[in-house]
Nanobody
């Protein structure tokens, strides 16, 4: 299996910063895209940011552009999300996501972490 373990969530005041980390482990042959999604109460899960394998191209939701930065350590199979200038509307459970191929398989699958709570107080 492939496991994604997130860390770094918590409670922060508006204007503050947090850094989320997500480490992938298990029987990994390769990882393609990695990213972060979030889900606020009563809302659908939405893409926050993603980063590809080839070239490290990044993609951000309009609501976080200029405030959040996604980065990736390919050697450690880890993806990070630096969140600055946090707003109360950023409050959500943040989920790590990865497209990965397990050893001895030929297809990629999507894997999710368990989620980490981010709460921004006004």
């Amino acid at each position: 299996q492939v496991q994604l373990v997130e860390s770094g969530g918590g409670l922060v005041q508006a204007g503050g910063s947090l850094r989320l980390s997500c480490a992938a482990s298990g029987s990994i042959f390769s990882i393609n895209d990695m990213g972060w999604y979030r889900q606020a109460p009563g809302k659908q899960r939405e893409l926050v940011a993603s980063v590809t394998t080839s070239g490290g191209s990044t993609n951000y939701a309009d609501s976080v552009k200029g405030r959040f930065t996604i980065s990736r350590d390919y050697a450690k199979n880890t993806v990070y999300l630096q969140m600055n200038s946090l707003k109360p509307e950023d409050t959500a459970v943040y989920y790590c996501n990865a497209r990965a191929r397990r050893v001895l398989t030929t297809t990629q699958r999507t894997y999710w972490g368990q989620g980490t709570q981010v709460t921004v107080s006004s």
